[in-house]
């Protein structure tokens, strides 16, 4: 078989799809392919990746076993698996943070030993993390520098600003380099991550959730650009990604992990969403389909009125902002990351006082203290919920119990815990709301994200009188089951008659399950639209502030 | 001092030559501080490292006649504690406070128990300079001498400040202190560049320590820090992480203390404890206007202070 480059992502002969239960062996292109050079391009052609037969064992668990992927060059690749799946613990062996137990990496045919990612960037490979790896206090420029392997001891700032300034001349993406990473947007602050490793000279990019942080529009426009690049055989790309929207639109090949073994591959162009889904969940499943119901006798739950609050730095994040949220009715914000929603959903969960305005519950002044959150029902999933909503050192119990224990039955007469009845909560809580963990005496902060999210959902919505819930950023890095999950319960909790205000960046999840979208843009709220109606540019120009 | 000669003009003149004497320990311990909390880790223990300093610096020069070989002592043997609390605040989930009170204590208490001995005899003194050629005003003159510490101090902010902008140490410095994640990602090591700069803060700590000893006061007893370590880390706090203004926050320290004597050697001698105290007053004063619920401190480390996990 004899397979043209993957320039135009339609061409070429499909290849079968390979759902594999177990023990699979790894599918190669074939060799004609590796062969195939670009040969007009002035930058040298990427690297060819390939990894035979990994395995990772941490003690006695085997994150990742006999697993086998290959990067051709001058392709986007997708690996795509659930939570835990060990897409992390791959890339990471590869770039040299984890020393695989048996396995090779090859690059270029060779077989390499990458022990740093020092290592890994000698042989052309970079990775863009989930998470920001740019230091805040820095500028984009010292940044750069600071990122390179070779920078000098002593910085001639005016010869790296020429230099820098050559380099932005010739990059895909434009930042201004005397801006500190502080002041960056969350799409600038992706791009600036994508441009560190091109100034690096990478050639193949390692992306994990690249755009979990992003705007669709800004998703689009930085996958859009690394498309080009590869599609130019500047680049090879292998992206980690949950979104199937980016793998279905963006790339070319796609690798499946499930439980640290290979479950799939194939070419994005012969598959569809629900063979990736399957691939990746093991059984045929689908999306929950969103079910409203109208509820009967709605009032107003939640009214702000002209509600001001700063930011850290004292200068203003949330200006009048006046809304109402009715029970029975999920009222989504939509906004690009920094335009004030976290101050707005601080100063609601108590975390940050109000500069002036009011705040009504049910009719009544609300101050967010721990007694009004209680006789009015309110609950709070914030973003970042390790951070937010539990304490890290403190046990599953524990963090479950942190709304009720100093009630009946968890407290006697209202000051003795009692310990056996609050564990005895907690594991009733572990199993209905599915948290994987070794014991309810784990530390909350040992599990992983989509389980910590799990736990303050099991303590937020396991009471059955909520008044009024506030969400943020619900279901941010989680996988899709995780997602679909507590989609599921934000719109149970709607149809019981909850009123819900829902925080999110990510639009897609704000139009399917709110029935009004507010847009918040520089502190205000700019934009209102029943989601029915909801138009997506408007929507967009909104958010961009337009 | 000898100011009875010039009346009240005696007093800014006792207050400048005071913070130029008074402030030099200051500004060691807080550039010291400075480097160390710019790496994301708190050394409270600076204060013992002052004193063991001072002890030191005055041992080896009485021992040997050398006070200049005081002075290296004196920054070695902050480098010995430094080395102490680097390892130590850096084991998993150790707290850089308790770890700083603890070597407070070990610091104070190893320069008591081992500068028991130097407090009687008289060390030789480091040479000053005098900036008052000029004049024949003899209390002008023993007020304007200066301790080439001292200028070796101002020369040591600007380079610093310099060094965190214009080096790549400094970059990786910074880079540690404000988000240690993002350093390993670079492959850099947290642990030693966080050593390197503890333990260079602690040289610097333990020269300031031997200003007290070999220059103002000028002579070794267990009191002769008074607090200055622990005041100097409020210091930094003030000078917003920047070391220039470390050195002018140091300027005003020193001024601050030497209110009590310059106020006493006029004849007030009413409220000479309370303006004695000048010095801590301003630092909890520095603290409650600093502090605030409402927002964060501008230039503080991202990470300053927190536990490794």
Redesign the interface.
Known sequence: MCLPLPLGRHTGLPLPIHPLPIHPLPIHPSPAMETTAVAVQTKPAPPELEVINLTKRFGTFTALDQVSIKVTPGSFHALLGENGAGKSTLVKCIMGFYTPTSGEVLVDQQCRDID???DAHHFGLG?V?Q????????TVA?NL???R?D???????KAEYDRLDAFMATSPFQIDLRTPISQLAAGQKQKLEILKQLYLNSRVLILDEPTSVLTPDEADEVLGLLREEVTAGHLSVLMISHKFREVMAFTDEVTVLRKGKLAGHGYVRDLTVDDMAHMMLGEKTEATPVEKVTVADSRPVLELKDLCA?????LPAVCSASLVVNSGEIVGIAGVSGNGQRELVEVLAGQR?RHSGDILVNGEPYQSTRREMARHQVYTLPEEPLRNACVPHMSVAENMALRTFDCPPQARRGWLLSLSNIRRMAEGLVKVFSVKTPSVDTPVGHLSGGNVQRTVLARELSSTEINLLIAANPCFGLDFSAVDYIHTQILAARNRGVAVLLVSEDLDELLKLSDRIVVISGGELVYESPTATADIKTLGHKMAGH | MATEALGLWGVPLAIIAGTLRGSVPFLFVSLGECLTEKSGKINLGLEGTLLMGAMSAYAVSYLTGSPWLGVITAGIAGMFLGLIHGWLSQQPRVNDVAVGIAMIIFGSGLAFFLGKPFIQPSAPQLPTLSLAGWTQIPQLESALSISPLFILGVAIAPLMQWFF?????G??V??VG??P???K???ISIFKVRMASIVAGSFLAGIGGASLSLFYPGSWSERISSGQGLMAVALVIFARWNPVQCLYASLLFGGAQAIGPAMQSVGIDAYYYLFNASPYILTLLIMVITCS????L??A??SLGQAQE
């Open positions: 740093s990612p020092k990775m993390y998470h920001f790896t740019s230091v805040p206090a820095m010292e520098v600071l990122s392997y920078s000098p001891q002593w910085i001639n700032w700063d930011r850290d730095n004292g006082p | 902008r214009s080096s790549r140490w970059l990786l910074r880079a404000d988000s994640d993002a350093a990602a670079m492959g619920p409402k927002r964060t501008t230039g480390p991202g």
